[in-house]
């Protein structure tokens, strides 16, 4: 029988979620689409000391931003779902508000004989470690060890019992099977071996805040919220051994879900985790939104820095995971139903800045007019007042192919809403020479007097005309005309500017340059 498919992101919200956490989300996202499945957003914040305020309300903006909508887990308003419902049959879907439901299951695993009790304090604990650290080895809580610790295995049972009741200074432990091959599957991966020697008797529960530890929550939870593929980061990868004992413990191999660990991001050049500092270092954003921590650090988010969702979803797909054909350029749509786990490469991705920016722009170039100029006002709204959306829209064309981002387009094109104050000297030095003095109030009257309509067709046509004619330098006029329009030598073509700033604009313009420059 196979069962509907459900999967989950189960972030901590112990900071903003990096982009690869992003990455994790989409690829759990396809998966539930595209298998008519469900997507929960479960989150998983038992460790009281990494919780990071403001961390879970970061999480499912940026999820909201990316256009990833959990179909269980958040509400319609990007809040957690506290109460049961019909939609939400598991919620609570926040770990610290089902602390109540763990306690029984590390009980469970006690009266089976797959868990133990353990009283040793933290400071015993450090001693040990010292002192294995002194001999140049480490200490492990485990199988060579545990026998040898305070702990139900070697205490007298009624002391066990009244210590239990008495105390709240102690944990239960997984008691890993000694010597034992785990044999696993990871659908990325595929078949591994572990010996359970390598592992160690994690906690599973605590008595002192009465919470489970991630592993306990995490596959209760898998359990109880019936997951049937878990896709998680390569880091949980060492705990899957550990993930299968405790199904195994449970008897709940049956409904285990099945693995699959995605590869890391890695930095531009290959060498290591794609990190924050490589973002500040090489300046990219490596948080999908912009974050401010509790010392004010400022961290830059992929939305504040001008790019648009779909480009972000559409660069993160291709981080890892390989369509098979030469197509980069996808939808979310076209990414649902090309996407399968079966092509998520097992090496890592490397992170390219400049490939990301080129999507970016490749998303610009989609927009139609009207979606660049909603975008350009959004941007820079004080600065376009009293333009109407024609005039911005026509500006937005002759422009957008020079652009990455929209936040470009000011400065791309700040002349066509203000004229020049100034004029750059360098282009002053290199173009306003005494053959040119003499020839463009030539040019000046011609543009006013003869080229009618103004159109740009006939201003291109007829400048060109006038230039060859009198055989002067074409580039040479025109970039003076450039500078005199735009203030220096840069901007689009000489005819696009001068159509669109109409013939009293060009004509004052010229005149003004004229007095200026003398
Ligand atoms: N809470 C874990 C994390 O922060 C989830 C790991 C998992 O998906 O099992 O990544």
């Given amino acids: 029988m196979t069962r509907p498919v459900r999967v989950r992101f189960a ?52 999820l909201r931003w ?37 306690r029984k299951y590390a009980e469970e695993l006690v009266n089976k004989g797959y868990a133990y009790y353990a009283f040793d304090t933290a400071e015993e604990l450090d001693a040990l470690r010292k002192e294995a650290e002194d001999k140049k080895g480490t200490f492990t809580y485990n199988y060579a060890s545990r026998d040898f610790l305070k702990n139900s295995l070697t205490l007298p049972e009624d002391e066990v019992r009244r210590r239990v009741e008495n105390e709240t200074n102690w944990t239960i432990r997984f008691k890993i099977p000694e010597n034992r091959t785990v044999k696993m599957n990871d659908l990325i991966r595929g078949d591994i071996e572990v010996n359970s020697n390598t592992l160690d ?77 490589d973002g500040d270092r090489l300046g990219f954003p490596v948080f999908p939104l912009k974050w401010i921590n509790a010392e004010g650090e400022i961290s830059r988010g992929y939305r504040e820095d001008g790019y648009f969702p779909d480009a972000f979803i559409n660069i993160l797909a291709l981080l890892g995971w390989n369509p098979g054909t030469e197509q980069e350029i996808f939808s979310l749509e076209e990414l649902i139903n090309t996407f399968t786990l079966e ?39 004080g600065k376009l007042v009293g333009y109407n959306d024609t005039y911005i829209g026509a500006v937005c064309e002759v422009i957008r192919d020079r652009a990455h981002f929209v936040n470009e387009f000011w400065d791309l094109s700040s002349f066509f809403f203000v004229a020049p104050a100034s004029y750059d000297p360098a282009s ?48 040479r006029v025109m970039n003076t005309l450039r500078l005199f329009l735009v203030g220096e030598s840069k901007g689009p073509g000489v005819a696009d500017i001068m159509f669109l700033l109409g013939k009293d604009e060009v004509d004052a313009r010229i005149k003004r340059a004229l007095n200026t420059l003398g």
């Fill in 343 to 381: 092509r998520v490469v097992k090496s890592g991705a490397k992170f390219n800045p400049e490939k990301a920016k080129w999507f970016n722009q490749e998303y610009l170039r989609k927009r139609t007019t009207e979606q660049l100029v909603a975008d350009f006002k959004a941007s820079d709204a």
């Fill in 201 to 277: 008797d994690k906690v599973l529960w605590k008595r002192i805040d009465e919470l489970p530890t991630y592993h306990l929550a995490n596959i209760v939870d898998d359990h109880l919220m019936q997951i049937t593929e878990v896709i998680r980061g390569e880091e949980w990868l060492p705990s899957l051994p550990l993930h299968y004992l405790l199904y195994e413990a449970f008897g709940w191999q049956e409904s285990q879900p099945r693995f699959a660990h995605l590869s890391l991001l890695l930095k531009p050049d290959g060498k290591g985790k794609l990190s924050k500092r």
């Fill in 11 to 62: 972030p901590s919200p112990t900071g903003p979620l990096h982009m690869g956490g992003v990455r994790t989300a989409l690829y759990n996202y396809l998966y539930a689409k595209q298998s008519n499945g469900t997507f929960v957003l479960r989150i998983e914040d038992t460790d009281s000391q990494r919780f990071v305020p403001g961390a879970e309300e970061y999480i499912i903006e940026a």
């Fill in 66 to 102: 990316c256009g990833i909508f959990p179909d269980e887990g958040v509400d319609e308003n990007g809040k957690m779902v506290e109460e049961p419902s019909e939609k939400h049959p598991y919620a609570p879907y926040r770990q610290s508000q089902r602390r109540g439901i763990y």
């Fill in 428 to 475: 002053v030095a290199k173009f306003w020479k005494d053959d040119i003095k003499a020839v463009i109030p030539r040019v000046h009257s011609f543009i006013c007097e003869k080229i009618n309509p103004f159109t740009r067709e006939n201003i291109e046509q007829q400048l060109h005309e006038l230039i060859t004619s009198n055989e002067w330098s074409m580039g």
